[in-house]
């Protein structure tokens, strides 16, 4: 698709085009050609699982024809959950084998249609409690959804700023008893809108920070260093004098989050606000091993030691102790998962890139359970694919295209017809946001996990949530009405 073609598209759809200062498009390195996922339970055929073939149903020729009824999903057996070794994990690629621009997208961003029954549901299912009519795909967010990551994600981006004004640029504490960044700026700025991606909010909560010293530090004095040597020769030529404390004191994350919320949010709009003072400081560009340090702090405090040292072969130089990783906690029980997938396809949409994804699905035994999942990776190729990247346009929600993808495989794989209803679980307004504007390609049903700390109940249902919940668990009687 040309940029022109693909700016078209983005107007025909009102795709925003919030989160200018993009993270780089890097995503985990290592090779996922030997991680597969074959059949999941009840899938014959090997149709099953978030490997195989991602595109439409064919017709004619194969595939549900116009005016068929594909028969009931079978789910697991009674009281029996995935069996190891079944399911995604076991074989093949470890994503889709077609790895190009969506078909959809670039035939100017409408999904294939057709005119026959919806999906896969039996008589009786559509007797049952619950959203009416009942769902075919649920579609779920997978941070704060289906994994806590309020000690993983959440802590690494407090870690980030924290280190990169303290240890980095060597800002003393002063008075201090805590560093700059806490859970509070974290969760406003998540709740203004546009800050689904944590390097973009870790990057944009160091360059507040920045904005607030007394001090223009001008850049044109070290334009002979780059990289992590620019530290060093900042504590030699003009170390910074103002304290943690200082800082303290002139934040006001509140009304900046207000400010960025009521301007449409994201980094792009939190940029203008806080204009160009000391924005050289924050060293984001390029990719972890190529001079994002902002990046490489936040993927050294996460993955760890092995994790890191396995997804980008090199080591940790900036951060020692666990990962944060290890400390996320699964939010659904397997046996929420199982009744859900009984009742509908299960899938995954997240903006998490591909390996940090699977390392949680794995770890926790939810892998088989989902019939596709759609990460950053996608977002990054397809937008790659689009040549979006001189465009600074945005894949990632709240662009409704992850959530999109994801319905379109599980169609695909589980021989839907085109016209199932669907329904996408998220904690943030940007979800809420993502799937309203699928309801253009798609059926979906907009749900909020409500989440304490998080957004309140009335900004996730002005951004458009219909539906809530306080656990994952609660999605059974709304969903499967169990």
Request: charged letters at 25%; hydrophobic letters at 35%.
């Amino acid at each position: 698709m040309s940029p022109l073609a693909a700016a078209r598209v983005l107007r025909e759809h009102d795709v925003s085009t919030r989160g200018g200062v993009r993270a780089s498009g890097d995503v985990m390195s290592r090779d996922r050609g030997d991680r597969g996922f074959g059949p999941g339970p009840g899938r014959p055929g090997g149709g099953g699982g978030y490997g195989g073939q991602g595109g439409p149903p064919k017709r004619p020729g194969g595939g549900p024809q116009p005016g068929s009824r594909p028969g009931p999903r079978q789910g697991p057996p009674q009281g029996q959950g995935p069996r190891p070794g079944q399911g995604p994990g076991t074989h093949g690629r470890g994503r889709d084998d077609d790895e190009r621009q969506p078909e959809w997208l670039a035939k100017g961003g409408r999904p294939p249609q057709d005119s026959g029954p919806r999906g896969s549901r039996d008589s009786q299912a559509r007797h049952r409690a619950g959203i009416q009519p009942p769902l075919d795909v649920l579609v779920f967010d997978l941070d704060e959804v289906l994994v806590d990551t309020s000690r993983s994600y959440r802590e690494a981006v407090i870690r980030t700023v924290n280190d990169y004004l303290e240890q980095l640029l060597q800002i003393p504490r002063g008075d201090a008893t805590r560093g700059f960044c806490d859970e509070g700026d974290v969760a406003l700025l998540k709740a203004a809108g546009g800050f689904n991606n944590d390097w973009d909010l870790s990057y944009g909560l160091i360059r507040y920070a920045l904005s607030l010293l007394a001090e223009r530090i001008e850049e044109s004095g070290f334009l002979d260093v780059e990289g992590l040597d620019t530290f060093d020769a900042l504590r030699e030529r003009a170390p910074i004098r103002e304290t943690v404390a200082d800082l303290l004191a002139r934040k006001d994350t509140r009304t900046l989050a207000m400010s960025v919320r009521d301007r449409g949010g994201g980094p792009k709009v939190l940029s203008r606000l806080l204009g160009g003072k000391n924005r050289w400081l924050v060293l984001y560009e390029g990719d972890v091993t190529m001079g994002n340090i902002v990046k490489r702090l936040f993927q050294e405090h996460y993955l760890g030691d092995a994790l890191f040292s396995e997804c980008y072969r090199r080591h940790r130089c900036l951060v020692e102790g666990p990962g944060l990783i290890d400390l996320e906690e699964p939010l659904i029980s397997p046996e929420a998962l199982a009744a859900l997938q009984r009742s509908c396809a299960l899938a995954i949409a997240t903006g998490r890139p591909f390996d940090e994804a699977q390392y949680a699905l794995d770890r926790f035994g939810m892998a088989p359970f989902f019939s596709s999942l759609v990460t950053l990776d996608e977002v990054r190729e397809a937008e790659a694919a689009a040549g979006y990247g001189a465009q600074s346009v945005s894949l990632s929600k709240p662009h409704p295209f992850v959530i999109i993808e994801a319905i379109r495989k599980v169609i695909g794989r589980e021989g839907l017809s085109d016209r199932v209803r669907c329904g996408y679980v998220g904690d943030l307004p940007d979800d809420m946001v993502a799937a309203n504007r699928a309801q253009e390609f798609f059926d979906v049903v907009a749900i909020a996990r409500v989440q304490p700390g998080g957004p309140d109940p009335a900004i996730l249902r002005e951004a458009g949530a219909t539906h809530f919940v306080r656990a994952t668990d609660e999605l059974v009687p709304l969903v499967a009405g169990q």
